[in-house]
C-alpha cells in the first residue's frame, strides 16, 4: 500500500509538471550594443515526441535604425532536445551570421562525445553530463531546480566547452512591460578577465529570460531587455 502511494504521488508530480509546461512562448527584446541597436525575436516551442518532451528555441537578431545599413545581416541562433526533470538536454545548436558558415555543436549523450564545427574545423571533446549552449542556458531554469547560491554549468559556445559558476541572487527589474521580480545569474570570472555576463530569469513567469547583459571576447558589450511576452498553452480540447 506504501509502495503504491508514492507510485501514484510520483505519478501525479510528473503530470502537474508536463501539463503546467506552456507549449509556446515567444518573446520580444531591444537590443543596446556599443556600436549599434537592434532587436530579437525568439520562440520555445515544445512538443511531445516519442513519449517524451522536444524543446526548439529559435532566436532571429537584426539591427534597426541606422546601424541597419551598416549590419543588415541577421543572426539566427537554434538549440534542439529534450527536456528532463533536471532541465533541458540539448541535441543539437548552431549559430549563423548573415552569409558566413554556421557554428555547428552535436550533442552525442550516448557516447558522451560533444562535436563542435567552426570555421571549417571539426573538434571532438568529451561530454559532461548537464552541458548546455548558451541559447539553452537562458532557458534551462524553467525546468531545472536552481541552486540557492551558485550554479555551476558546462557552457559551450560553439567553439569550446567552458565550466562556468553562476552566483545566483534576487532582484526587482524594471522593464518596459512593467516591474518584475527576478533572479539574477552572475557569471564569475577569472581576476583580470574581460567578459561578463548576468541573466534576469521572472521568478513569476516561468523563469522565462528577460534581461541578458555581456561582454564578449572581442570587448563589446550588450544587453538585452524584454519588450513583449507572448505564452500559449495546450487546451484541453486540443
Not at 52 to 58: G, P
Not at 128 to 152: I, Q
Request: proline share 4%; with cysteine.
Amino acid at each position: 500500500m506504501k509502495r503504491l502511494l508514492v507510485l501514484l504521488l510520483c505519478w501525479f508530480c510528473a503530470s502537474v509538471w508536463a501539463t503546467d509546461i506552456p507549449t509556446r512562448i515567444e518573446i520580444s527584446y531591444a537590443i543596446v550594443t556599443d556600436i549599434g541597436d537592434g532587436e530579437i525575436n525568439e520562440v520555445l516551442s515544445i512538443d511531445h515526441y516519442d513519449d517524451a518532451l522536444r524543446y526548439n528555441i529559435n532566436s532571429v537578431a537584426q539591427a534597426t535604425g541606422i546601424y541597419r545599413l551598416l549590419e543588415p545581416n541577421s543572426i539566427v541562433r537554434h538549440s534542439e532536445g529534450v527536456i528532463t526533470q533536471q532541465g533541458l538536454k540539448p541535441t543539437r545548436a548552431y549559430e549563423k551570421r548573415g552569409k558566413k558558415e554556421p557554428s555547428l555543436t552535436e550533442f552525442n549523450w550516448k557516447n558522451h562525445v560533444v562535436t563542435l564545427h567552426h570555421k571549417g574545423r571539426h573538434a571532438l571533446e568529451e561530454l559532461p553530463e548537464g552541458t548546455l549552449d548558451r541559447l539553452s542556458l537562458s532557458y534551462n531554469f524553467m525546468f531545472a531546480p536552481l541552486p540557492k547560491h551558485h550554479v555551476d554549468r558546462y557552457v559551450t559556445n560553439g567553439r569550446e566547452l567552458r565550466l562556468s559558476r553562476y552566483q545566483v541572487t534576487e532582484e526587482m527589474l524594471k522593464t518596459p512591460i512593467g516591474r518584475m521580480k527576478t533572479i539574477v545569474l552572475t557569471r564569475i570570472e577569472e581576476k583580470g578577465s574581460k567578459l561578463r555576463r548576468k541573466i534576469w530569469l521572472a521568478l513569476n513567469n516561468h523563469m522565462i529570460p528577460v534581461r541578458i547583459m555581456s561582454v564578449e571576447e572581442n570587448g563589446r558589450e550588450i544587453e538585452k531587455m524584454v519588450t513583449g511576452i507572448n505564452i500559449v498553452y495546450k487546451t484541453e480540447s486540443e
